[in-house]
Structure formats: structure tokens, C-alpha cells
């Protein structure tokens, strides 16, 4: 063992001796690097700030630039452990003065929240400064944040059965489909079935990434041949995977077909062609004209050639992967029979079981120190249709609100639906809006049925009905599947042109005319709204101020609740400034300013004055049933008038 890893070693002992009873130390070596790595357990305390029952793995060396590889020994060490540390938690000791983004990154990506310690000296923090230091690290990473697909066992959720399934099947012969909505996990789960194949199977496996250019730029006999070719380089290597070369061929489809066939008959193990993707090479791609006849043509020589090995008794096997399912579902393209008809399956990849999605949210909060009551995983999963990436993104919203400081905390479901509304408004429902609108534009047939949910009482057969709730819009009873999707929808349908809107929403001719305030009412919301959110602003930012010059060190989050009610100020006490702000009411605003007048007498001037127009503006015109009278309207686009001129002064 080096001598400064040494150091570092008994450094790490003696500053975590207080919070850790270590129970097992040693130096390992992993692809030329030395490592050491301790078996410690916290104390209650620390157990329960880190959620944590086993042992924590602690681990460190002395490199200046941190590797991906640390994070797979990391892995490796755990997996090894025989079930006595924590599968998705350790510490890294380390002296990379980058190292704790890199490492954190890494961490997620292999399924394990790392809580990074870095030293430059060599010496480290002891007793309660490295309890926070730990606790600040592990809390502040975001385990819901990941972008790209997911194969770790630690991160595959709801999935991991269907993946060995659909790899068993594969290996015996099977055509697969793999259908769904943007980002509801094709590419994660293709990557997860080729890994099994890999690590399980004897068989070959050819990827063909149909969004690559070079491969929907090709035309059916090119890309025949190009899996031809790259299945005889596979042959003659011995290797058993391999992504597909994409070259040009002069070769007509049926040279390029014979071909085909002839370099299958090479194998005798299954022959595994998985498609990504698949959209970019159907007739819905315009920008690759040629797939309009080739599509056909492609198809009719897979089918053949198939069907010849299965004659021959050997196994090819087809996974379909892409969003649309409508080309391979029609009966004839052009006037043409449609090979891929009943050749390819309508098999759909769709939103998780609710148990799963639960499961998921509950597993990767631990890893942050959120839980959450039962009520509250389940209006999370139902706000977010069940599909695993936007329930990510809606946890990841939520964990960004949520203080360090009080964490591990509970949620309760009241606390997450006013969260929930915020996301959706802000970036859920744009999320959403961009994977319907990708859906109708490779499956345009669906979006007039979709719109149509948002209807009660919307007539749909039984067939459509079960395509939209393969695809995750629609639930068993015919309604939008959740907020999220249901927002979504209302965005697209705002899009609609009228020329369409019109086929799909019967016009009511009966229809009363707007209220002659009806536009008046509407720009007094709109004004009301810019001035509260300006208003929220300039009170955050004066309280800011004020608690950087209070010599008794009162923070700005606790003079904002400190105007509020106990119960309010109990049920907003776990959240940052900024969401507590916004979770204010009107009134609860008004009565911060009150509190703190001294720090706003010189904005809004009177008191008095400031406290009437407040309580016009709360009285809201739009939002009564009662008879609007032009006297009300008046009066609150003074007492909004009033407000704004202050606050523009600023």
C-alpha cells in the first residue's frame, strides 16, 4: 500500500470513528488502481438521516482525477458483499478537486448514491461538521435525474421480468414488437433484452439504430445488405454482437435478399436482429422518400428469408422497437400489400403497473432522504400516467423544493399535489405536450380520438380505445389517464387548426356568446397574476436583504413564515424560500408585507391604502357566481393600478 493512501486511510478512520463503528478495512487493487475500503456501521443517529439498515460501504484513494472505473469497483465491492452493505449508498474519500460532480454522476448511472468527501490536505472533518457534510452531500443529489436510457438493476424498475421474458423468447425464434409513447422506456428496455442476450444466450445479435443517418438514408436493398455484411463480419470474427455497418450498395433487392438469406444459413445459433427506432425507416419519414415503396419491399424479403430459416430449421428472430404501430397494422400501403402486416406483432410497451411506479418513487427517494405516504406515491403516479420518465421528472421538481436541512422527511399527499400543480404548470405538461405531439405526427389517426377524451361522453370503438391505452393516454374506462396528459392534450388541442378542430369537436351552434365583460374579466386575471408573481419576488429578495444585516442571524425563511399561521407555517416549514413562496395564498402574502412593513413602507407608502386595494384585488370578480356590476370591475382595475405603480418604482 502507498504511503499517501495509507495516510488517508487512518485520516478517514479517526474522522469517521465518531459517527461509525468500522467493522471491516482493507486495500483492494482494480485495473491498476488501489483502493481502500471499509465495512462501517453508522450510528442510530446517522442510520436514520441515511435511511440506512446495513453496513455502508466506505471507499477512497488518492488520485487528483477521478475515472468511471471507481465507480464500477464500487459496484463490484457491494454486489460482493453478500448482502451486508447497502445496495444503493456509499461514501468516496477522495482528493479530486472535480471529483464530486464526476463521482455523483457515476453513482447514478450505476444505481448508487455516492456521498462524496473531499480533502485537499488530507485532513478531514470530524464529529458534527462531518455530519453535515454528509448529510448536505447525500441530500443534495438528485437520483431522479437520468436523462438517458437505464439497464442497472438499480435503476430498472417495473421492467426487469418483461426484459428476460422478451430475451427468452429471442433466443427461441420469436418476432417481438416493443410499441410505445416518447420516453416510456423502448430504448431502456432493447438495451436491458441485448444485455441479457450477451450475458445468457448463445446467440447473435445485430442492433440496427434506424435514426442513424447513414442507415434511414439507405434504401431497402442497401440496408438488406448492410445487415448481410455485418452479419458475415460477425461470423468471421466469433464475436456475438455487433451494431450494423452501414455501406452503399449497388445491388438490386433481389441480389441483396439471396444475400440475406445466404449469410443466415452461415449461423447455427439463433440469429438476433434487433431495429431501434423503427419509425425512420417507415413511409412516415419524409425526409426519406424512398422508404414509401422500400418499406414494402424490405419487409416481403425479411419475411422470406425467415421464413426459409424456419424451414431450414434455424432460428431468426425480429425486436420491432419505435413509437408508431401504424405501419405495420395497416393492410396495404399505396394500393400494395403490406408485408409487415400480421408478420410484425402489435405488441405495446406501456406505462408501469401502479405498484411498480409506486415502488420506483419510493426506492429513489430513499436515496435522497424523501418518503412519502402511501396517498402521496399514489397521486404522483396517477398525476404522471404511470410513465416511469415523467414521474422522474415530477420527483426531481419535488426534491429541488424540499430544505436539506430537514430532511429524511415524510410527504404527505397534500404536500405533493400543490408541487405536483406548480410542475405541471411550469415544465409537466410541456414534457408531455412534446411526446403527444411526436405520437401524431407518425401516427396522426390518433389524435383526433385523443382530443376527444378531453369530451365527456366521447364516443370511441372498442379498437381505438385500446390502442390509447396502450400508448398510456387513456385508462380501461375511456378517460385521460392523468393531469399530466390531460394538460398536455389541451395544448395540442388549443394547436388544432379550425379546419381540424372541427372534425373533431361537433359545434355547438346553440353556444351563448361570450359575456360582454368576458374580455375584461380576462385581463384583469392576467394582470392580477403578472403583479402577484412580481410581488413574491420583490418580498423574497427584501427578506434576502434584511437577514444578511439581522444581528440575530434570523434567516429569510424564517421571517416569511414567521407572519404565517403555526398550522401553515407546520406544513411549509420542509420547503426552500422559493417554493414556500409560491404555496403563499394573496392574503398570506399581504400579511408577510404587514409583518415586515419597516422593509416596505418606502414601496407602498400608506399602510391603510396598501391594505384596501390588497383586500379589492382578493375579492376577485372573475371567480364569483353573483352578478358582475360595472362598479366592481372598475374598482379592481384601480386597486391593480395602484398596486402596479409601486411595485414598477422598483
Same mark, same amino acid.
Request: with cysteine; charged share 25%.
Given at each position: 500500500?502507498?504511503?499517501?493512501?495509507?495516510?488517508?486511510?487512518?485520516?478517514?478512520?479517526?474522522?469517521?470513528?465518531?459517527?461509525?463503528?468500522? !467493522?471491516?478495512?482493507?486495500?483492494?487493487?482494480?485495473?491498476?488502481?488501489?483502493?481502500?475500503?471499509?465495512?462501517?456501521?453508522?450510528?442510530?443517529?446517522?442510520?436514520?438521516?441515511?435511511?440506512?439498515?446495513?453496513?455502508?460501504?466506505?471507499?477512497?484513494?488518492?488520485?487528483?482525477?477521478?475515472?468511471?472505473?471507481?465507480?464500477?469497483?464500487?459496484?463490484?465491492?457491494?454486489?460482493?458483499?453478500?448482502?451486508?452493505?447497502?445496495?444503493?449508498?456509499?461514501?468516496?474519500?477522495?482528493?479530486?478537486?472535480?471529483?464530486?460532480?464526476?463521482?455523483? %454522476?457515476?453513482?447514478?448511472?450505476?444505481?448508487?448514491?455516492?456521498?462524496?468527501?473531499?480533502?485537499?490536505?488530507?485532513?478531514?472533518?470530524?464529529?458534527?461538521?462531518?455530519? %453535515? @457534510?454528509?448529510?448536505?452531500?447525500?441530500?443534495?443529489?438528485?437520483?431522479?435525474?437520468?436523462?438517458?436510457?437505464?439497464?442497472?438493476?438499480?435503476?430498472?424498475?417495473?421492467?426487469?421480468?418483461?426484459?428476460?421474458?422478451?430475451?427468452?423468447?429471442?433466443?427461441?425464434?420469436?418476432?417481438?414488437?416493443?410499441?410505445?409513447? &416518447?420516453?416510456?422506456?423502448?430504448?431502456?428496455?432493447?438495451?436491458?433484452?441485448?444485455?441479457?442476450?450477451?450475458? !445468457?444466450?448463445?446467440?447473435?445479435?445485430?442492433?440496427?439504430?434506424?435514426?442513424? $443517418?447513414?442507415?434511414?438514408?439507405?434504401?431497402?436493398?442497401?440496408?438488406?445488405?448492410?445487415?448481410?455484411?455485418?452479419?458475415?463480419?460477425?461470423?468471421?470474427?466469433?464475436?456475438?454482437?455487433?451494431?450494423?455497418?452501414?455501406?452503399?450498395?449497388?445491388?438490386?433487392?433481389? $441480389?441483396?435478399?439471396?444475400?440475406?438469406?445466404?449469410?443466415?444459413?452461415?449461423?447455427?445459433?439463433?440469429?438476433?436482429?434487433?431495429?431501434?427506432?423503427?419509425?425512420?425507416?417507415?413511409?412516415?419519414?419524409?425526409?426519406?422518400?424512398?422508404?414509401?415503396?422500400?418499406?414494402?419491399?424490405?419487409?416481403?424479403?425479411?419475411?422470406?428469408?425467415?421464413?426459409?430459416?424456419?424451414?431450414?430449421?434455424?432460428?431468426?428472430?425480429?425486436?420491432?422497437?419505435?413509437?408508431?404501430? &401504424?405501419?405495420?397494422? +395497416?393492410?396495404?400501403?399505396?394500393? #400494395?400489400?403490406?408485408?409487415? @402486416?400480421?408478420? #410484425?406483432?402489435?405488441?405495446?410497451?406501456?406505462?408501469?403497473?401502479?405498484?411498480?411506479?409506486?415502488?420506483?418513487?419510493?426506492?429513489?427517494?430513499?436515496?435522497?432522504?424523501? &418518503?412519502?405516504?402511501?396517498?402521496?406515491?399514489?397521486?404522483?403516479?396517477?398525476?404522471?400516467?404511470?410513465?416511469?420518465?415523467?414521474?422522474?421528472?415530477?420527483?426531481?421538481?419535488?426534491?429541488?423544493? +424540499?430544505?436539506?436541512?430537514?430532511?429524511?422527511?415524510?410527504?404527505?399527499?397534500?404536500?405533493?399535489?400543490?408541487?405536483?400543480?406548480?410542475?405541471?404548470?411550469?415544465?409537466?405538461?410541456?414534457?408531455?405536450? +412534446?411526446? @403527444?405531439?411526436?405520437?401524431?405526427?407518425?401516427?396522426?389517426?390518433?389524435?383526433?380520438?385523443?382530443?376527444?377524451?378531453?369530451?365527456?361522453?366521447?364516443?370511441?370503438?372498442?379498437?381505438?380505445?385500446?390502442?390509447?391505452?396502450?400508448?398510456?393516454?387513456?385508462?380501461?374506462?375511456?378517460?385521460?389517464?392523468?393531469?399530466?396528459?390531460?394538460?398536455?392534450?389541451?395544448?395540442?388541442?388549443?394547436?388544432?387548426?379550425?379546419?381540424?378542430?372541427?372534425?373533431?369537436?361537433?359545434?355547438?351552434?346553440? &353556444?351563448?356568446?361570450?359575456?360582454?365583460?368576458?374580455?375584461?374579466?380576462?385581463?384583469?386575471?392576467?394582470?392580477?397574476?403578472?403583479?402577484?408573481?412580481?410581488?413574491?419576488?420583490?418580498?423574497?429578495?427584501?427578506?434576502?436583504?434584511?437577514? @444578511?444585516?439581522?444581528?440575530?442571524?434570523?434567516?429569510?425563511?424564517?421571517?416569511?413564515?414567521?407572519?404565517?399561521?403555526?398550522?401553515?407555517?407546520?406544513?411549509?416549514?420542509?420547503?426552500?424560500?422559493?417554493?414556500?413562496?409560491?404555496?403563499?395564498?394573496?392574503?398570506?402574502?399581504?400579511?408577510?408585507?404587514?409583518?415586515?412593513?419597516?422593509?416596505?413602507?418606502?414601496?407602498?407608502?400608506?399602510?391603510?391604502?396598501? !391594505?384596501?386595494?390588497?383586500?379589492?384585488?382578493?375579492?376577485?370578480? $372573475?371567480?364569483?357566481?353573483?352578478?358582475?356590476?360595472?362598479?366592481?370591475?372598475?374598482?379592481?382595475?384601480?386597486?391593480?393600478?395602484?398596486?402596479?405603480?409601486?411595485?414598477?418604482?422598483?
Amino acid at each position: 500500500m502507498g504511503y499517501e493512501l495509507q495516510k488517508l486511510k487512518a485520516e478517514t478512520i479517526s474522522a469517521f470513528s465518531e459517527l461509525f463503528s468500522i !467493522n471491516a478495512e482493507s486495500v483492494r487493487h482494480y485495473e491498476n488502481g488501489e483502493y481502500f475500503v471499509m465495512y462501517a456501521r453508522g450510528s442510530k443517529r446517522v442510520q436514520n438521516i441515511l435511511g440506512a439498515e446495513r453496513e455502508i460501504l466506505i471507499i477512497g484513494n488518492v488520485y487528483a482525477d477521478q475515472q468511471a472505473r471507481s465507480l464500477q469497483f464500487t459496484r463490484r465491492v457491494i454486489n460482493e458483499s453478500d448482502g451486508r452493505l447497502e445496495t444503493s449508498l456509499c461514501v468516496f474519500v477522495h482528493q479530486d478537486p472535480r471529483g464530486n460532480a464526476k463521482l455523483k %454522476r457515476w453513482g447514478r448511472e450505476n444505481g448508487i448514491a455516492v456521498i462524496p468527501v473531499y480533502t485537499s490536505t488530507g485532513v478531514l472533518p470530524r464529529g458534527q461538521e462531518m455530519e %453535515r @457534510l454528509l448529510s448536505y452531500e447525500f441530500f443534495t443529489q438528485d437520483p431522479f435525474d437520468v436523462t438517458g436510457p437505464v439497464a442497472s438493476d438499480a435503476q430498472f424498475f417495473g421492467r426487469r421480468t418483461e426484459a428476460q421474458e422478451l430475451a427468452r423468447k429471442l433466443q427461441a425464434g420469436h418476432i417481438r414488437a416493443c410499441f410505445g409513447i &416518447r420516453k416510456i422506456g423502448k430504448t431502456s428496455i432493447l438495451h436491458r433484452v441485448l444485455a441479457e442476450l450477451k450475458d !445468457n444466450y448463445d446467440a447473435v445479435t445485430l442492433f440496427i439504430d434506424c435514426q442513424r $443517418d447513414d442507415v434511414f438514408g439507405l434504401d431497402a436493398a442497401g440496408l438488406l445488405s448492410s445487415i448481410t455484411q455485418s452479419l458475415l463480419s460477425l461470423k468471421k470474427s466469433g464475436r456475438q454482437y455487433a451494431e450494423v455497418d452501414a455501406i452503399s450498395s449497388q445491388a438490386s433487392i433481389a $441480389d441483396a435478399a439471396k444475400s440475406f438469406q445466404s449469410a443466415l444459413a452461415e449461423f447455427d445459433v439463433p440469429v438476433v436482429l434487433a431495429f431501434d427506432e423503427i419509425d425512420y425507416i417507415t413511409p412516415g419519414n419524409g425526409a426519406a422518400e424512398q422508404w414509401r415503396r422500400g418499406f414494402l419491399e424490405f419487409w416481403r424479403n425479411v419475411r422470406a428469408a425467415y421464413h426459409a430459416a424456419a424451414r431450414d430449421e434455424r432460428k431468426v428472430s425480429l425486436l420491432i422497437s419505435g413509437v408508431s404501430s &401504424r405501419w405495420f397494422s +395497416v393492410e396495404s400501403i399505396d394500393g #400494395i400489400e403490406n408485408a409487415a @402486416l400480421a408478420f #410484425i406483432p402489435e405488441e405495446y410497451l406501456s406505462p408501469l403497473p401502479r405498484g411498480a411506479a409506486n415502488a420506483m418513487i419510493k426506492n429513489i427517494g430513499a436515496m435522497a432522504g424523501l &418518503r412519502f405516504e402511501e396517498a402521496a406515491l399514489d397521486a404522483i403516479s396517477s398525476f404522471c400516467s404511470d410513465m416511469p420518465f415523467w414521474i422522474r421528472k415530477a420527483c426531481s421538481s419535488i426534491h429541488g423544493k +424540499v430544505e436539506t436541512a430537514v430532511r429524511p422527511l415524510t410527504l404527505s399527499v397534500s404536500a405533493v399535489t400543490s408541487m405536483l400543480e406548480s410542475y405541471g404548470r411550469d415544465e409537466g405538461a410541456a414534457l408531455a405536450k +412534446v411526446a @403527444l405531439q411526436h405520437l401524431f405526427r407518425v401516427y396522426p389517426e390518433l389524435q383526433a380520438p385523443s382530443i376527444g377524451l378531453l369530451e365527456k361522453n366521447r364516443d370511441l370503438s372498442a379498437a381505438m380505445l385500446r390502442t390509447l391505452c396502450r400508448y398510456g393516454i387513456a385508462n380501461a374506462s375511456g378517460e385521460v389517464s392523468g393531469t399530466m396528459m390531460r394538460m398536455a392534450l389541451a395544448m395540442v388541442a388549443e394547436e388544432v387548426p379550425l379546419e381540424q378542430s372541427s372534425a373533431i369537436v361537433t359545434a355547438d351552434k346553440s &353556444r351563448p356568446l361570450m359575456s360582454e365583460w368576458a374580455e375584461e374579466l380576462a385581463g384583469i386575471s392576467y394582470r392580477r397574476n403578472m403583479m402577484e408573481r412580481a410581488l413574491r419576488s420583490i418580498a423574497i429578495n427584501f427578506l434576502r436583504v434584511a437577514a @444578511l444585516s439581522d444581528k440575530s442571524g434570523q434567516s429569510a425563511k424564517a421571517m416569511l413564515l414567521a407572519a404565517l399561521q403555526e398550522k401553515r407555517r407546520s406544513d411549509l416549514e420542509p420547503f426552500n424560500l422559493e417554493a414556500i413562496a409560491e404555496k403563499l395564498l394573496w392574503l398570506e402574502l399581504v400579511a408577510v408585507i404587514n409583518k415586515n412593513w419597516g422593509l416596505f413602507e418606502r414601496v407602498f407608502g400608506d399602510k391603510t391604502t396598501f !391594505n384596501d386595494n390588497a383586500k379589492i384585488v382578493n375579492d376577485r370578480p $372573475d371567480a364569483h357566481a353573483k352578478q358582475l356590476e360595472p362598479g366592481d370591475v372598475a374598482m379592481h382595475r384601480r386597486a391593480l393600478h395602484w398596486l402596479d405603480e409601486r411595485i414598477s418604482r422598483i
